[in-house]
């Protein structure tokens, strides 16, 4: 199957999805060459606590996507609270204030929709458990330009709806649990995993 | 050829189309937001393919009008970034107190909400009668709403709460009477801020102004055209002006960097200096 060599991975999730997030970790490779873009539905004052929280679970470098910015390998990135998070076809990020969709802003959809333009068959889009439809446009989009889409499997998730909204489009390539979307990531994207750092942080 | 690579194709096409027939010009907006615009719009007209707008937009002019609604998105609030406020209340307006007269530019107002806040302020520093305050956007229909001063009274408890956390020093209910459920901000305000058509892209400086405020239409351009109109801002302050960006906004792409001074990194606030 997975001949296809990937240049980003994009990941979508509301409620219950850092702690899913922070689980995958375990399973990237240390020498990551891709970038990772996670967008969550956060709370729309938080200042950067998303950023701190997950830089402390991972030896990745994690950072807040900035406006007009080159899109780095080796990075895990995050929207700021309460803008919509796109890339541009020249792989810089754009942000927006556009009206929310489904509710929410950063949206799933928009992140994943113009995704799909920039990397079409070179990109991964994986939908993450939460509590709203968004992301099944975007697994939508990300199929049409020839991307690859995986669900995390409803039964495991947290919250269902969000995975099995996306599964219904009947544009998901795999439905996989926690360990399954960790262990596909690690061999699509290199072998040496990232030693799982020791939890001392505040929000344990 | 891939179909992202079509559909771009056809994006830049229509984007050419509308500069060449009505000269409003697109061509340096990110492309992500746009792509995105389009689409919606197509969806709402019924329109299946990216290029068959093209002769549409072209012929109909009523259509183009639509089109050029759904392209600048008016999405704004009052108080939006208190902390923002607080910082321009805090470090520049005493500044601005030692000018005998003050212009204020504030550019992609909007519905105009962002300009009542800052009415509001500069009127609340005693700074109300030797401000004259222009408001401007290229978008007629929110420039219109703009002038009625009107706004969902729904909103007024998150802008009341705003208000107070950008340090408002009354209460944020004297500003308005309501009606039904409409909030009307009152007339003394009205009638201080001038709102006026004007496009960053095509239109000329604004001479000696002592403050620009500018915040969230950056972002919707590429670093080509951010450059462009950080530098038509930077010959629009007298020296020793001010510019006030959005959050998430920066001068890192302008050839005008150095010639800022950062009065306040988080809010965005510069200052001229060169
Ligand atoms: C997202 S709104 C920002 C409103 C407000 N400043 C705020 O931050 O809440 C962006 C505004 O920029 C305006 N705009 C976009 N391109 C423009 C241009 N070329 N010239 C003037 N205004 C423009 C749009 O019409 C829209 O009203």
Redesign the interface.
């Known amino acids: 199957m997975n001949v296809q060599s990937f240049k980003a991975v994009v990941i979508g999730g509301s409620a219950g999805s850092t702690e899913v997030m922070v689980k995958l970790f375990s399973y990237l490779p240390e020498r990551l060459e891709l970038p990772i873009i996670f967008v969550n539905h956060l709370h729309p004052e938080d200042d950067g606590g998303l950023v701190e929280y997950l830089s402390c679970q991972t030896a990745l470098r994690v950072e807040e996507a900035?406006?007009?910015e080159h899109i780095e390998g080796g990075t895990i990135y995050v929207p700021?609270a309460d803008?919509h998070l796109?890339?541009?076809?020249d792989l810089?990020f754009?942000?927006?204030?556009?009206?929310k969709v489904k509710y929410s802003r950063p949206s799933i959809d928009?992140l994943f929709?113009?995704a799909?333009?920039?990397w079409?068959?070179r990109l991964i889009g994986i939908v993450l458990t939460g509590a709203s439809h968004d992301g099944s446009d975007g697994v939508r989009a990300i199929h049409?330009?020839?991307g690859l889409t995986i669900a995390q499997n409803p039964d495991e998730a947290t919250y269902p709806i969000m995975p099995q909204a996306a599964i219904t489009t009947g544009c998901v390539d795999k439905i996989l649990p926690v360990a399954g979307i960790g262990l596909f990531l690690q061999a699509c994207l290199g072998h040496n995993t990232v030693p799982e750092l020791k939890k001392v942080n505040a929000h344990d | 050829m891939?179909?992202?690579e079509i559909?771009?194709i056809e994006v830049e096409l229509l984007l050419e189309a509308i500069f060449q027939r009505y000269g409003y010009d697109f061509r340096g907006y990110?492309?992500?937001?746009i792509?995105?615009r389009i689409k919606q719009f197509m969806e709402g007209s019924k329109i299946a393919t990216i290029s068959e707008m093209i002769p549409r937009v072209i012929h109909d002019e009523s259509l183009f009008n639509e089109m050029v609604r759904e392209f600048s998105?008016t999405?704004t609030e009052m108080f939006r970034d208190p902390a923002m406020f607080l910082a321009l209340r805090e470090n520049v307006l005493p500044v601005l107190k030692s000018y005998p007269y003050i212009k204020i530019w504030h550019a992609g107002c909007a519905t105009g909400e962002e300009a009542y806040s800052l009415t509001i302020l500069i009127k609340e520093y005693g700074l109300a009668e030797r401000a004259t305050i222009f408001a401007t956007d290229f978008n007629d229909h929110a420039l219109s709403l703009a002038k009625t001063g009107i706004y969902d009274l729904n909103n007024a408890k998150q802008y009341s709460l705003n208000y107070q956390k950008a340090g408002g020093n009354g209460s944020f209910a004297d500003y308005y009477h309501s009606r039904y459920d409409a909030m009307m901000m009152n007339n003394e305000l009205k009638k201080k801020i001038t709102f006026a058509n004007h496009n960053l892209v095509v239109d000329q400086v604004f001479s000696e102004t002592h403050l620009i405020f500018c915040r969230?239409v950056?972002?919707?351009f590429?670093?080509e055209l951010?450059d462009r109109v950080l530098q038509l801002f930077h010959e629009s302050l007298v020296h020793g002006g001010f510019l006030c960006l959005g959050?998430?906004?920066?001068l890192?792409?302008s050839r005008v960097e150095d010639r800022f001074k950062t009065i306040d990194k988080k809010n965005k606030i510069f200052q001229k200096i060169d």
């Open positions: 900035a406006d007009k700021p803008y796109l890339v541009e076809s810089t754009s942000l927006s204030i556009d009206r928009v929709e113009s799909a333009m920039a079409n068959d049409k330009y020839g | 891939k179909l992202h559909e771009n990110a492309r992500a937001s792509r995105r998105i999405v969230n950056l972002i919707y590429n670093r951010q959050t998430k906004e920066s890192m792409f």
